[in-house]
């Protein structure tokens, strides 16, 4: 039997970055496995973590993505065999450089997660999720989105004359 | 209190530059110089290529030479001619772009004939091109530079640069500002910033490191960076930027100085490179790297992140 589940106030969108070949099975598993993890996060699968571009994370950001994750095998079992490394310094110079804009960290969650542990991964994302939860929605890059409609002032003296004439 | 730079040395070094110039054209070591000729407004300086010994008498070294030249020497650019070893000017930071050239394989030192300059300082803008350089008007790059004497070229004027007063770490001080900021600060700073850029792409344009005869931001399938002017378009651009030159930029400044709407692009390069210096000990220099910090890795790099 399914527990009951809590109903919150706000229910964050997750958008996980995995690799196909471990933290994807390590989803899979757990899903297999009957484990219980939250749906709010979204599963988006690359070949491997070297093909996850950084700017796919801003267009995450973009489309209303509360929290990013980006998983894939632990160093040393990289399917291409180095894709990992590589991925783990240009994420380590990307966290600095979204830090220094104004973004907050705690949004982002990079993790090692393999075939075999889809327990980690049922831990790795609920932590992600209630963390996120808790910060509340992220409004930054939405707010960007709304601005990119309708950057004028909409109270301003042109405006108001044009509804009063009309 | 503002003080005056000493650049007497730079009528010196032009001499040199046009002797050497003379030189290497009518022995056909090199088939054509780059370099910077005087400009029409009094003080002013422009890019040019010569070809022939005639000409050497046009180039000049001044503290309004502010350009840097390896620009020319990409495959985006089409103003140089093809074939034959090419001269050219450099400054220690427009080296390092070149050297950072060299490692990216897109140029070979032996089609190259390296005029160096023993550099005293360049103006920070070419608003006045005739200002007198002192410790206001000089470039905020120079205000950093520890590389006044380049190395390795095939020529440096035997000239010794004016060694630069103590001057105020414009970059760094404003990186440390901004560190010290909290996050919601500095995304309203950044917001305020990147608002401003009107996507004429003069930073793309001038960077020696943005050779790609596709840029991402240009692709529309997928559209990974909104091509409007918008306040979301903008920020991605600016990030992608930052992310792509991120561990290859050379810290040369041009592309701040050609931004028309003053947008502080090098603070977002500078605190790349610092990022870059602490994490894996990769900074720009003299020397050719094999492969960038962000084209190579070490198996026990930092993962203290991860998870
Ligand atoms: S990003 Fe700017 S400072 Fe860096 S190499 Fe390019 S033009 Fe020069
Ligand atoms: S911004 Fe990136 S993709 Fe565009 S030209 Fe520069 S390096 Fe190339
Ligand atoms: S030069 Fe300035 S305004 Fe032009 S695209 Fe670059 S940042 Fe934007
Ligand atoms: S295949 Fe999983 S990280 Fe490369």
């Known amino acids: ?166 | 209190m503002t003080q005056t730079i000493d650049i007497s040395s730079y009528s010196a070094i032009t001499d040199a530059i046009r002797n050497e110039a003379r030189r290497i054209l009518s022995d056909s070591t090199v088939s054509a110089v780059i370099g910077y000729t005087a400009g029409r407004r009094k003080g002013s300086t422009q890019p040019i290529v010569i070809t022939t010994a005639d000409d050497a008498d046009q180039l000049i070294f001044s503290a309004a030479c502010l350009n840097d030249l390896v620009v020319y020497l990409t495959k985006a650019k089409k103003d140089v001619p093809k074939g034959g070893r090419i001269g050219i000017v450099v400054k220690g930071c427009d080296l390092k772009a070149l050297v950072g050239l060299l490692g990216e394989s897109q140029l070979k030192r032996e089609n190259l004939y390296l005029i160096g300059i023993p550099c005293s300082g360049v103006l920070g803008s070419l608003l006045k091109p005739a200002a007198e350089l002192t410790t206001e008007t000089i470039a905020s790059k120079c205000c950093e530079c520890t590389d006044q004497l380049p190395v390795g070229c095939d020529f440096v004027p035997t000239v010794t640069p004016t060694p630069l007063p103590d001057l105020e770490k414009r970059y760094a001080n404003e990186i440390a500002r901004l560190e010290a900021m909290n996050p919601s600060e500095r995304w309203e700073f950044w917001k305020e910033q990147f608002s401003k850029c009107i996507k004429c792409y003069a930073c793309r344009q001038v960077c020696p490191f943005c050779f790609c005869e596709q840029c991402l931001c240009d692709r529309n399938r997928p559209q990974m960076v909104e091509q409007t002017p918008r306040p979301l378009g903008n920020t991605a651009w600016h990030l992608m930027r930052a992310m792509h030159l991120a561990g290859r930029c050379a810290g040369c400044g041009e592309c701040e100085r050609v931004c028309p709407m003053d947008i502080p692009l090098n603070l977002l390069n500078r605190k790349m490179a610092k990022e870059l210096k602490e994490l894996f000990n990769s900074e720009a220099g003299f020397e050719v790297r094999e492969a960038g910090p962000l084209t190579s890795y070490r198996e026990d790099d930092d993962q203290s992140f991860i998870r």
């Open chain 1, 1 to 166: 039997m399914h527990s009951e589940k809590p109903k919150h106030d706000f229910e964050p969108k997750i958008i996980a970055f995995v690799c196909t070949w471990c933290t994807y099975a390590g989803a899979d598993l757990a899903g297999t496995s009957r484990m219980q993890y939250p749906s709010n996060v979204r599963v988006l699968k690359f070949p491997c973590t070297g093909r996850i571009d950084p700017v796919f994370i801003l267009k995450a950001f973009q489309q209303g993505a509360d929290g990013i994750l980006v998983s894939g095998c632990h160093p040393g079992d990289c399917h291409y065999i180095a894709g990992n490394y590589h991925a783990r310094r240009r994420f380590a110079v990307f966290r600095k450089l979204l830090e220094f804009i104004g973004v907050d960290l705690n949004r982002i969650q990079f993790s090692w997660v393999s075939a075999a542990e889809g327990g980690k991964w049922v831990e790795v994302v609920t932590d992600l999720t209630e963390r996120v939860r808790a910060m509340g929605p992220m409004v930054e890059f939405k707010d960007l989105v709304l601005e990119e409609q309708w950057s004028g002032n909409l109270n301003n003296p042109e405006l108001q004359a044009v509804y009063e004439a009309m």
